[in-house]
RNA sequence: GGAGGGAUGGCCGAGCGGUUUAAGGCGGUGGUCUUGAAAACCAUUGAGGGGGAGACCCCUCCGGGGGUUCGAAUCCCUCUCCCUCCGCCA
């Protein structure tokens, strides 16, 4: 959420962001909506402090034992006005409110203008693209073949967009997932947690996944509980309603969770294979940061994703998205695509982004600097790594002609020493 | 599922209709003292919103929501969360 003071005052600097994301928003509504609610504040305002003014009055008068009947006599009369005062204010507290709720963030300056994906500059192309003297396959094809994938039985068991592992398949799921976690926590200094994997309204707002995008969310039958899209919902609303210390920052969270996403809308898209699952497991990094320093944490978490892939020896490129492309919440995003030489193609496999204040004002997340008030941090966050889209990398990198599949060395020990994957 | 107890400022904790403009303590900050530090003492120390060029002024906030009242941290209803005991349970 932006600050609404600063909306007001920057009415035209919002229009264009809004029309870089291609998006369409009346502004003209906010303002309207904006000086109507201050307007009836304004009113009540001055009908309270005349009521608490006579109150004191009453009260004084009670203690020395005086009358205070004509007091009394209009002061009903003007608590009624105030009641109903107070519930226009209410409703036009509630109806600015949610118009601000749907602004989304400003696109930092170094966020290129853009209107669609294929407006994103690549930002670098990392790692040798391996060829092959045969065609290689897609990594579904190598991972029944293999049989540690099987899409059939999850079809039975749930539905269409899971999948079961098995023998080797769930072992490397463990293994990526300790992989990556050891690497963030002994040589990048992140803290590691287990968070619930399911969260509550209050907690999606302040992440930004709601009231916007509740059709993306599996909600739970059960009180107002949903199941998480991503770890960066749980893990940034650990400190929500927090002051954290100077000194802590910047400060760096892991944490290895499943992420439960509907996909709605995106029916007939990636509908094989695991690259686009209801559930799938994923490492993320969330850091807080004051806010002189988080274009250089951006650097840092995107350079610390990279090392997952750089270890793993998997070809990638770093793209920085657009401001037709950007996410809601975010000011400015790299996304790194790693190369699938079944699909032929780089396909996200990380997206690191800054957030600035936008979901610390929601979920109201500050720090106190050593002199002056406490001000708002900066929370960014980034995949590191998608472990389902990290396997489906391996299997069609390290493919050979025969159909079997080389471990990548790094995750050989994670793997109980087993080096490669045969038919 | 049953029966009780609780939720107050960064933290602990008093208050149980109008001297609460939330006592007191801890912590933080500034100062006095000191070569420096500690101790002691003094002062200061919340958030959100609105108005104003500014000095400042006003409104709201004692877990959330609703009610009673001229007036609610305080009384009533309701929800959430935490604690204790019983039952069930990985």
């Known amino acids: 959420m932006l600050d609404v003071r600063f909306v007001r005052k920057n009415i035209d600097t919002v229009r264009q962001a809004l029309a870089n994301r291609q998006m369409q928003l009346d502004m003209g509504e906010f303002v309207r909506l904006d000086e109507h609610r201050r307007a009836v504040l304004a009113e009540v305002e001055t009908l309270k402090n005349e009521r608490n003014a006579a109150s004191a009055e009453v009260a004084k008068r009670k203690r020395s034992g005086q009358d205070a009947s004509d007091l009394l006599e209009g002061l009903s009369a003007l608590s009624e006005r105030i009641k109903g005062l107070d519930e226009q204010a209410r409703k036009a507290d509630e109806d600015s409110e949610a118009f601000l709720y749907s602004i989304p963030n400003i696109p930092h300056s170094s966020t290129p203008v853009g209107k669609s994906e294929a407006d994103n500059p690549v930002v670098r192309v990392v790692g040798e693209v391996p060829s092959f003297d045969f065609t290689p396959k897609e990594h579904w094809e190598l991972g029944q073949n293999l049989g540690g994938i099987d899409f059939d039985r999850a079809a039975k068991i749930t539905g269409t967009r899971f999948a079961v592992?098995?023998?080797?398949?769930?072992?490397?799921?463990?293994?990526?997932?300790?992989?990556?976690?050891?690497?963030?926590?002994?040589?990048?200094?992140?803290?590691?947690?287990?968070?619930?994997?399911?969260?509550?309204?209050?907690?999606?707002r302040g992440t930004g996944q709601l009231p916007k995008f509740e059709q993306d969310l599996f909600r739970l039958d059960f009180k107002d509980y949903y199941l998480i899209p991503t770890a960066e919902v749980p893990v940034t609303n650990l400190h929500r309603d927090e002051t954290l210390d100077e000194a802590d920052l910047p400060m760096g969270y892991t944490a290895y969770t499943p992420c439960f996403r509907s996909e709605a809308g995106s029916y007939g898209k990636d509908t094989k294979g695991l690259i686009r699952q209801h559930q799938f497991d994923k490492v993320e990094m969330v850091r807080f940061c004051k806010p002189e320093e988080s274009y250089e944490q951006l650097e840092l978490l995107t350079s610390q994703a990279e090392e997952v892939l750089k270890r793993l020896k998997l070809p990638y490129r770093v793209i920085t998205l657009c401001t037709g492309?950007?996410?809601?919440?975010?000011?400015?995003?790299?996304?790194?695509?790693?190369?699938?030489?079944?699909?032929?193609?780089?396909?996200?496999?990380?997206?690191?982004?800054?957030?600035?204040?936008?979901?610390?004002?929601?979920?109201?997340?500050?720090?106190?600097?050593?002199?002056?008030?406490?001000q708002l941090v900066?929370?960014?966050?980034?995949?590191?790594?998608?472990?389902?889209?990290?396997?489906?990398?391996?299997?069609?990198?390290?493919?050979?002609?025969?159909?079997?599949?080389?471990?990548?060395?790094?995750?050989?020990?994670?793997?109980?020493?087993?080096?490669?994957?045969?038919?």
């Not at 995003?333 to 193609?345: H, S």
């Open 165 to 204: 592992l098995k023998g080797w398949a769930a072992r490397m799921e463990r293994a990526l997932v300790a992989f990556m976690i050891d690497l963030h926590t002994r040589e990048h200094g992140y803290t590691e947690v287990a968070t619930p994997y399911i969260v509550n309204s209050d907690s999606l």
């Open 325 to 374: 492309d950007v996410g809601f919440s975010s000011a400015k995003t790299y996304d790194i695509e790693v190369w699938l030489p079944g699909q032929n193609a780089y396909r996200e496999i990380s997206s690191c982004s800054n957030f600035e204040d936008f979901q610390a004002r929601r979920a109201g997340i500050r720090f106190k600097p050593k002199c002056g008030k406490a």
């Open 378 to 423: 900066h929370t960014l966050n980034g995949s590191g790594l998608a472990v389902g889209r990290t396997m489906v990398a391996i299997l069609e990198n390290y493919q050979r002609a025969d159909g079997s599949v080389a471990i990548p060395k790094a995750l050989v020990p994670y793997m109980g020493g087993l080096t490669e994957l045969r038919p």
